[in-house]
């Protein structure tokens, strides 16, 4: 049974403010959920309702939790919908204790490839991101102050479990400078202005930054930048930060032309 504390608290980890504070995220759908434990999260406390074993995948997942020294309250189908952030809770919901990592304890390597989210806000796009850093083999991602919480339930569901097999740290722009004069990294800025990527000559390690939806990049950034575009249709404006930035990262690692 879910006690009123425990429910204040996972209705509250909607928001970024209660996240931060207690160090928790939630996770909730079967494929996302399964995700989080392959990776070995940390699990605080498991939701399940009997919707949970509608499925053969689904009673798969409750069997991998029950093996598990996991904290499990069962709830009914209607409660955990009332708490839940989704539409489709799909029975099974986890509370985690998000990652503590710090920047300057990262390794880099000669041959590292890093990403800066500045500034985007769609949970869509950083999700996308994610994704697209993970599949390219990116050693990790930044993210700027100003950048929605990577550990918002619509991020952690965009990135289709990418976020919880990839490195990611959230940092001031000051500190970040710091860390990438020290490891000579050369800093690459996404910008509808720059040069063909096509005619870029990338040497690692590099970071690729990707900036806020309307405002795009910080002048800060810009100003220490190789600055490079997708060239594209005359007739198409532009594309969004997710698209664009996966798009970048999957020339920049495959080291191929448009």
Known sequence: ????????????????????????????????????????????LCLQSPK????????????????RSVEVRNVSDTELDTISDTANTQGVLLVCHEPQRLLFDLRVETSSTFLIVDGIQDPGNL????????????????CLE??????????????????????????KWSDLLVWLREHSVTVIAADAH????????????????????????????????ERVAIPMSEDVESLNAGV??????????????I
């Open 1 to 44: 049974m879910l006690s009123k504390s425990e429910k204040r608290l996972i209705v509250g980890l909607r928001r970024a403010r209660r996240r931060s504070k207690e160090g928790l995220f939630l996770v909730e759908g079967i494929r996302t959920v399964d995700e989080a434990l392959s990776a070995d999260f940390e699990v605080f």
């Open 52 to 67: 949970l074993r509608d499925t053969g995948k689904g009673r798969k997942l409750a069997e991998n939790i029950s093996e």
């Open 127 to 142: 999700g996308t991101l994610i994704r697209a850093a993970r599949a390219f083999a990116v050693s990790a991602i930044i």
């Open 146 to 171: 100003g950048t929605v919480d990577s550990w918002n339930s619509k991020v952690v569901r965009a990135s289709a479990g990418a976020i919880f097999h990839s490195h990611i740290f959230s940092e």
């Open 194 to 225: 720059g040069k063909d990527i096509g005619d870029f000559q990338v040497s690692t390690p590099w970071v690729l930054a990707v900036g806020n939806e309307n405002k795009g990049i910080r002048r800060d950034i810009l100003e220490i930048s």
């Open 244 to 257: 664009a930035g996966s798009t970048l990262l999957y020339l920049l690692t495959s080291n191929r032309s």
